[in-house]
């Protein structure tokens, strides 16, 4: 059971990124996917999580309308998207993606839901 997170990098204010993460080792199309983002001293916050069927998403306030989650669930692909937008200094963090087998979405945005977890991506955002 792994995941892999890429596409981070250093970027400046108001351009966009997109981060993928790359699952392996199990039935990814079961499980509510979603990103989790830790700043430095800070702690880790909810950003956005999908549905298994990609039919239902819940973002946080503070990056709805910039950014986007998807997934692709085929079965060559089992991969989950972070199309990033408009950024911002503050969305400086590395990024992490995460499975969780919490189906109601009220309980999406608390990471001791989910149970695997990548080793993350730095996103960097300069103004």
């Known amino acids: 059971v792994q995941l892999v997170e890429s596409g981070g990098g250093l970027v400046q204010a108001g351009t966009s990124l997109r981060l993928s993460c790359v699952a392996s080792?199990?039935?990814?199309?079961?499980?509510?996917m979603g990103w989790f983002r830790q700043a430095p001293g800070k702690e880790r916050e909810f950003v956005a999580a999908?549905?298994?069927?990609?039919?239902?998403?819940?973002?946080a306030d503070s990056v709805k309308g910039r950014f986007t989650i998807s997934r692709d669930n085929t079965r060559n692909t089992s991969a989950v998207f972070l199309q990033m937008n408009g950024l911002k200094p503050e969305d400086t963090a590395a990024y992490y993606c995460?499975?969780?087998?919490?189906?109601?979405?009220?309980?999406?945005?608390?990471?001791?839901?989910?149970?695997?977890w990548g080793q993350g991506t730095q996103v960097t955002v300069s103004s």
């Open positions: 999908v549905s298994w069927s990609a039919a239902h998403t819940v973002y």
């Open positions: 995460a499975a969780s087998t919490y189906f109601s979405y009220t309980q999406w945005t608390d990471p001791g839901r989910y149970a695997v």
């Open positions: 080792g199990w039935t990814f199309s079961s499980y509510v």
